[in-house]
């Protein structure tokens, strides 16, 4: 995907039921995080092993799994089931046949709140997956699993219209091979800005699993999202 993401929009039917299912079930089970991209402590042993001088804006938000390294989450709601709340055979239907025997490995629900100040200041750049070159070196998604998340794309899904934005990032010349470059921290010092997208009910964006993106907070409301990351068919 050399335009770092293909887009699609969701029908307006489907749209509005996701974004009820997120609002009003009371069945799912929202859990806190203090940093919506990286735990506190993991980003301070990076910062101390890489570069002091990095600064991060904090975010705390809720998320809900549903799938879990290719696995439904057995407290996943029985009464409305998730897959048909968040019309995930729409979603798939809207990405085409090229990638219909992709499995899913993780499917969550992110809601952020508003922030007074920060507000589309981009939290940290990462890849939600491990990269090739972790890969390469024997790293798997799952430490008991075949997995290696070779092929992985991600779908990014916006269940609600506001005003904070995605950030992605290429790595600037010369630094391909670096380090703080080449892990599930990015030093933001070594990246450069390619594309701002803001959100909008019922759009879909779909890329490659390496590509370095950031989430950011909204000025108002909530920020709503279903992130999707689904692995190639199995060699047989």
């Given at each position: 995907?050399?335009?770092?993401?293909?887009?699609?929009?969701?029908?307006?039917?489907?749209?509005?039921?996701?974004?009820?299912?997120?609002?009003?079930?009371?069945?799912?089970?929202?859990?806190?995080?203090?940093?919506?991209?990286?735990?506190?402590?993991?980003?301070?042993?990076?910062?101390?092993?890489?570069?002091?001088?990095?600064?991060?804006?904090?975010?705390?938000?809720?998320s809900s799994r549903f799938v879990?390294?290719?696995?439904?989450?057995?407290?996943?709601?029985?009464?409305?089931?998730?897959?048909?709340?968040?019309?995930?055979?729409?979603?798939?239907?809207?990405?085409?046949?090229?990638?219909?025997?992709?499995?899913?490995?993780?499917?969550?629900?992110?809601?952020?709140?508003?922030?007074?100040?920060?507000?589309n200041v981009p939290h940290c750049?990462?890849?939600?997956?491990?990269?090739?070159?972790?890969?390469?070196?024997?790293?798997?998604?799952?430490?008991?699993?075949?997995?290696?998340?070779?092929?992985?794309?991600?779908?990014?899904?916006?269940?609600?219209?506001?005003?904070?934005?995605?950030?992605?990032?290429?790595?600037?010349?010369?630094?391909?091979?670096?380090?703080?470059?080449?892990?599930?921290?990015?030093?933001?010092?070594?990246?450069?800005?390619?594309?701002?997208?803001?959100?909008?009910?019922?759009?879909?964006?779909?890329?490659?699993?390496?590509?370095?993106?950031?989430?950011?907070?909204?000025?108002?409301?909530?920020?709503?999202?279903?992130?999707?990351?689904?692995?190639?068919?199995?060699?047989?």
């Amino acid at each position: 995907m050399d335009n770092l993401f293909k887009t699609y929009q969701i029908d307006d039917e489907s749209a509005d039921t996701i974004e009820k299912y997120i609002t009003t079930n009371i069945d799912i089970q929202w859990g806190y995080q203090n940093n919506v991209t990286f735990e506190r402590q993991h980003i301070e042993e990076q910062r101390k092993e890489y570069d002091k001088s990095i600064k991060w804006n904090w975010c705390p938000g809720f998320s809900s799994r549903f799938v879990h390294e290719g696995i439904t989450n057995p407290r996943c709601d029985t009464r409305f089931p998730f897959y048909k709340g968040l019309q995930l055979p729409t979603i798939r239907k809207a990405i085409g046949d090229a990638y219909k025997d992709y499995r899913i490995w993780r499917c969550q629900a992110w809601i952020y709140p508003s922030v007074a100040d920060g507000f589309n200041v981009p939290h940290c750049p990462h890849v939600d997956l491990t990269t090739r070159r972790s890969r390469s070196e024997g790293s798997k998604l799952c430490p008991n699993s075949e997995e290696t998340g070779e092929g992985n794309l991600v779908m990014l899904y916006y269940v609600n219209d506001c005003d904070g934005d995605n950030y992605f990032y290429r790595i600037k010349d010369g630094h391909e091979n670096d380090d703080d470059v080449n892990t599930n921290y990015y030093n933001p010092k070594k990246l450069s800005l390619a594309h701002i997208e803001s959100p909008k009910k019922g759009k879909l964006l779909l890329f490659d699993g390496d590509t370095i993106h950031a989430s950011s907070s909204p000025s108002k409301n909530l920020r709503m999202t279903v992130n999707i990351n689904i692995l190639p068919p199995k060699d047989d």
